[in-house]
């Protein structure tokens, strides 16, 4: 099925017609309900970003991180296991969205997949989206969630 396909392919951005699509995946060590309440918290999300975060999280919420730098709104939440929301970074041309689904895994350990679907290829700047989206979800997120709740010894 799809969703056999999807699982043994190695986190790599693809081509599709509306964008690319980023997955990455990471290990953390907490309870899936830990991360899930830190990744909708707005307190959370503005302490372990260190930026302003405003976050209505019910389905049809809206949401801004990283001081209004993105934007979006939530399209499915099943507490403590997957989020889905929309994503469009400020820099990107008016119209342009993508499509966020974090999945959580796991009892006291917690495994992430997130796949970020239909990124534009350029921003308004000209610049290549998709670089500064992995970089930025690694670097800017999950590293930084990272600090707060640790890692399964043997997984980066």
């Not at 509306?18 to 909708?40: D, H, M, Q, W």
């Not at 975060?53 to 934007?71: M, S, T």
């Not at 970089?135 to 399964?152: E, M």
Request: glycine share 8%.
């Amino acid at each position: 099925t799809s969703t056999e396909k999807s699982q043994t392919e190695p986190p790599k951005k693809k081509k599709k017609s509306k964008g690319e699509t980023v997955t990455l995946e990471f290990s953390f060590n907490c309870s899936p309900r830990a991360l899930y309440e830190a990744i909708t918290n707005q307190q959370r999300v503005t302490g372990f970003t260190g930026a302003r975060a405003l976050i209505d999280p019910v389905v049809g919420g809206k949401y801004e991180l990283f001081d209004g730098a993105v934007v979006g709104e939530f399209q499915e939440l099943q507490a403590p296991n997957k989020i889905v929301k929309t994503w469009r970074m400020k820099s990107w041309e008016e119209g342009d969205n993508s499509l966020v689904t974090i999945s959580l895994d796991g009892v006291d350990t917690t495994q992430v997949k997130l796949t970020h679907e239909g990124i534009p290829r350029m921003d308004t700047n000209k610049n290549q989206v998709v670089p500064q989206v992995e970089q930025g979800w690694s670097q800017n997120y999950f590293d930084r969630l990272r600090a707060v709740f640790g890692t399964v010894a043997g997984t980066i």
